[in-house]
């Protein structure tokens, strides 16, 4: 039978001893401990005296900060058991492995110790927004990304942020000025570096906020270029919609003309194509055009364009064009403009 008891009290006693090794190498006090974690200091004196057992959200905050697998603390394993664990990857995971154990190592560099006390303001702030710079020295327009994605921040994130990593106050400080208990601190913190991690803030860092807002104008001006375009697209579908219903328009007259004359010729009539240009109802424009060619009768008009000659009238401009064309189709539709000389008399 396995003995429950026997292995709980163990791992206890592992954690007592384990948690104050660990806070010997780091060397830090229960105090300073308890404000990084954001727990009472009861709380971590009681375990390394024995007193009680942590929770479990307890031990995870403590082996997150120490950078120590949860075996290590409760007994389980060896430190050094872990590190051979990342050592010994099979040689096909080689990067990985090696990746993994460079990220380890840093881990137990920087957040066995608070970050205050490792760098200065504002990179403890980035190493913790795991923000990878390539330079050492953060750019001027880099300085200005950081300030610009902490004011996206609501006031109490952004103040709990300049506060710790900053200023240097502990959470139980912070609490204090909040009036709130520095567990609710570090939940504000933690949110706050949650939002400082999403992308298009790392960006205002990483490539600087001259940069990403000069690629914003050029976003916005593909936009606008987009829009510019799609406009004269519309415009060209709409003017050639309209040149095939002209050209419709110019068809349908030739083809009223030949069926008008085969019709005469079947009743035997003559027409009487002398309607004066006047009876067309055109612009003065288009009037004075046709009658500067010498153009008097309708007959003449539509004689011009069956050979292809009425287009090149000088100062006859397109718009005219198309209205004599309009103007002869609509009079050719609707008057009478043959007499009868056949069989049936005059109409």
């Known amino acids: ?6 292995k709980r009290k163990a791992a206890a006693e592992a954690l007592q001893h384990r948690l104050a090794d660990l806070m010997d190498d780091a060397g830090i006090n229960s105090k300073v401990l308890a404000n990084a974690i954001g727990v009472t200091y009861s709380s971590i004196n009681n375990i390394k005296s024995g007193k009680t057992e942590p929770g479990f959200t307890l031990l995870v905050l403590l082996a997150d900060y120490f950078a120590v697998p949860l075996d290590y603390l409760t007994g389980r394993c060896s ?7 990342l050592k010994n990857y099979p040689e096909r995971f080689q990067v990985l492995r090696r990746a993994a154990y460079e990220e380890y190592l ?5 957040i066995r110790i608070p970050l205050g006390y490792e760098s ?5 702030l980035v190493e913790s927004v795991r923000m990878h710079y390539a330079e050492e020295v953060l750019r001027e327009d880099q300085l200005r990304g950081l300030d610009k994605a902490i004011d996206s921040l609501s006031e109490r994130e952004r103040d709990s942020i300049l506060c710790y990593y900053r200023d240097g106050f502990t959470l139980q400080q912070i609490g204090d000025r909040w009036g709130v208990t520095p567990q609710r601190v570090r939940q ?16 205002l860092v990483l490539e600087g906020y001259d940069i990403v807002e000069e690629k914003a104008k050029i976003e916005k001006r593909k ?14 579908d709409a003017l050639m919609a309209k040149r095939l219903r002209l050209c419709g328009l110019h068809h349908d007259l ?10 005469r010729d079947v009743r035997g009539e003559t027409p009487t194509m002398d309607v004066p240009i006047e009876n067309l109802d055109l612009t003065v424009r288009a009037y004075h055009a046709l009658h500067r060619a010498g153009f008097r009768t309708l007959g003449q008009v539509i004689d011009a364009e069956a050979a292809g000659n009425l287009k090149g009238i000088r100062l006859l401009g397109p718009k005219s064009y198309d209205e004599v064309l309009g103007r002869c189709k609509w009079f050719l539709e609707n008057t009478p403009i043959y007499e009868n000389k056949g069989r049936g008399g005059e109409r």
């Open 223 to 236: 936009a606008e270029l987009k829009a510019e375009e799609d406009s004269l697209n519309q415009l060209a």
């Open 106 to 110: 840093g881990l137990r560099k920087y």
């Open 79 to 85: 430190l050094q058991t872990a590190e051979d664990v």
């Open 254 to 263: 030739e083809a009223l003309i030949k069926w008008d004359s085969e019709l």
């Open 120 to 124: 200065p303001w504002p990179y403890n």
């Open 188 to 203: 504000v913190l933690e949110k706050a570096v949650r939002k400082l991690r999403h992308p298009a803030r790392q960006k």
């Open 1 to 6: 039978m396995i003995d429950y008891e026997g």
